[in-house]
């Protein structure tokens, strides 16, 4: 069990930290322990002849990061949060690979971090219904067919609440990383969620509380969220953003990086679309691509799953009418009423009877503007 004195020490050198994740994590390498580093902070090159002029001061001055850490502690003691440093078997364990990996990180939940598979699913704020729909039956399948996966993301609007919201509806672990402490909650209109989250999954953060949710400590994040991932999954991203700078890091952390193929000339596609044609990505259509890519499933699961009808046809047994509908909807999805009537030749009262229907069997949803949208 970690002695007090070493979690204090490694919150101490997590503060210090922000100056380069990198450099404090190689000093408490070379040091062994966080607790030896915080004995030699007077006289740093003692341990490490090399240490810049900078490091040395730093460590030199870092009482008011004690005094921060003293206060962390209490708030994590009062509220029963979780310190988990760099050598507690709570840890992630794949995110220790990484060179620049937190000295500390604090956790509120109950999901295993070291989970036997982890994916990441990201992608941009503005999620279009086609990138929302294809991570609802990315979580579909994967519950049939691989359901002791831990799904990562950050929280944001768009891709990354849709996949953590539809991770829990399907039974799965979803773990958020936060770009600030977590004695607050951003976006605030997500925090039903992650109180839901906290009972089949969590909130994970290198920061301490009262850090504010700046743009550098998203990029930072994104570091936790590739790393403690065995693969990042991009669905929808602009030409730039932080879905793209956390597929780059996987890269560099050697994990395997999928991308869903998107639209030409959409703008949230031409980020996942520059990724497969760069060589950045491998293409994906389906969960089953995914696992199978991974190797994380076996022909029998697959052939369970396909006669559950899980990963196509996630149709229940539909009608002659119904079916036309869907496959109008198949060719040209999102259409009004009015197009759904001059394309199967019923009238306006037959399909809003049929079109209920078919709600209710959760084959098709209504969206704003009257437009129907197949599952």
Sequence with gaps: MQSQEETFNALVMSQ??????AAMLKLYHTAGSATEVMHHRRDIRDLVPEASDRLAELMASSDDAMRRA????????????????????????????????PIALFYNGNADL?????????????????????????????????PDTLVVSGLAYGID??????????????????????????????????????????LLTEYFTHTRPDKFNFVQRNRIVAGMSDACVVVESAKKGGSLITARLSQ????????????????????CNDLIRNSGAQLIASAEDFLTAMGWTDDNILAKARQQGI??????????????????LSKQ????????????GMTVAQLASLLFEMEMKGVVKSL????????
């Design 252 to 271: 560099t952390y050697y994990r395997d990086v999928f991308a869903y193929p998107g639209a030409v000339g959409m703008t949230q596609s031409e980020g």
């Design 114 to 146: 070291n989970a036997k598979r982890v994916v990441c699913v990201i992608g941009t704020r503005h999620a279009t219904q086609y990138g929302k729909t294809l991570v609802e039956r990315f979580c579909q399948d994967l519950r049939y067919m691989s």
């Design 16 to 21: 210090l930290s922000r100056f380069s994740p």
């Design 70 to 101: 003293e206060d962390e502690l209490k708030y994590v003691e009062e509220y029963g949060l979780k310190v988990l440093t760099f050598d507690s078997p709570d840890y992630p364990q794949r995110l220790r690979e990484c060179e620049d990996a």
């Design 161 to 202: 609440i849709t996949a953590h919201r539809n991770a829990m509806s399907n039974g799965l672990s979803t773990v958020a990383v936060l770009a600030h402490g977590l004695d607050d909650l951003y976006p605030s209109a997500h925090r039903a969620t992650a109180s839901q989250m906290l009972s089949n999954g969590g």
């Design 333 to 344: 999805n999102d259409l009004p009423i009015s197009m759904l009537t001059a394309q199967t």
């Design 311 to 328: 990963e196509r046809s996630i149709f229940p047994e539909l009608t002659s009418d119904e079916k036309i509908v869907v496959n109008v």
């Design 368 to 375: 704003a503007g009257g437009l129907y949208h197949i599952i």
